[in-house]
């Protein structure tokens, strides 16, 4: 039996991922709003015109389309494109890292609740409780099983169960303490929302992964922020959605928290 050939493999993989991302964006333009997900189909949300089978195909028909509907000419969002990029790249990853495993699996379904969490925080500035919850409630059930589930992290030099269990316990009070720490300093700055992912964001990534999504996130919503405000895009003071940041922090501590984790280390020395 031969191997299945790697470029086609990695081809499947990232329409399968991109066909995600394409799903969360759906979920991420719905579900605020109380809607169905799957009824009525996919349509141009300001001019109601239903799209065609070669539009449903994720990341080409925003290129062909050149994020514009052909009929009203409003435009989609780049997050669309982006969520879809995003997820396709992700799958090609881990596939030919970790294959189809536990860990792949794990890593991938929450980076695609992060990715939602940051789409719905752009469109509509809030982190719905009842997508964080459940992440919470999985993450606390599969903690005991982190190691044999390929998310090993190692916690106070150890690897032993309960020490995992600690690290995880560890990053979510770190992830969420820091940030509510951030909302008492300066009232407004944040939402509970965000307390709440970056509580979640920890139980996933432990600790030191927990550090690296922290300053991963500030340092790119610091940067961000400020070149809107460059840009004239931002007024002084005023706030932006951070869950974008949040999730882009979560995946580098997901998939490379260790070795970012060294980087960090070796700079400070
Ligand atoms: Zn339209």
Not at 43 to 56: I, K, M, S
Not at 70 to 96: D, K, N
Not at 258 to 269: A, D, H, K, N, Q
């Amino acid at each position: 039996m031969s191997l299945p050939n790697p470029v086609v493999m990695s081809v499947l993989a990232f329409f399968l991922g991109a066909s995600i991302g394409s799903f969360i964006n759906v979920v991420a333009d719905r579900l605020p709003r109380g809607e169905s997900l799957v009824q009525p189909p996919s349509h141009c949300p300001a001019c109601g015109r239903r799209l065609t089978v070669l539009e449903l195909v994720p990341v080409f028909s925003y290129m062909a389309l050149r994020g514009r509907c052909h009929q009203c000419h409003s435009t989609i969002p780049l997050r669309v494109l982006a969520v879809e990029l995003i997820m396709g790249l992700l799958a090609i990853y881990v596939w030919l890292t970790s294959a189809v495993s536990a860990e792949s699996l794990l890593v991938f379904s929450y980076a695609s609740l992060f990715l939602l969490l940051a789409a719905i925080d752009l469109e509509y500035g809030i982190i719905p409780d009842m997508l964080v919850y459940p992440g919470l409630a999985l993450g606390l059930l599969l903690t005991p099983w982190w190691r044999e589930l390929g998310l090993e992290r190692e916690f106070l030099n150890s690897t032993g169960r309960l020490s995992v269990m600690l690290g995880s316990l560890a990053g979510a009070v770190l992830g969420a303490g820091a940030f509510a720490v951030v909302i008492l300093l300066r009232p407004g700055s944040m939402g509970w929302g965000d307390v709440k992912m970056a509580g979640l964001i920890g139980l996933v990534s432990g600790v030191p992964g927990t550090v690296v999504a922290l300053l991963a996130s500030l340092f790119s919503g610091g940067v961000a922020g400020a070149v809107l405000l460059v840009m004239g895009h931002r007024r002084v003071g005023q706030t932006m959605p951070f869950g974008p940041f949040l999730a882009l922090g979560a995946l580098l501590a997901l998939l490379w928290g260790g070795p970012l984790w060294e980087w960090y280390v070796g700079l400070l020395r």
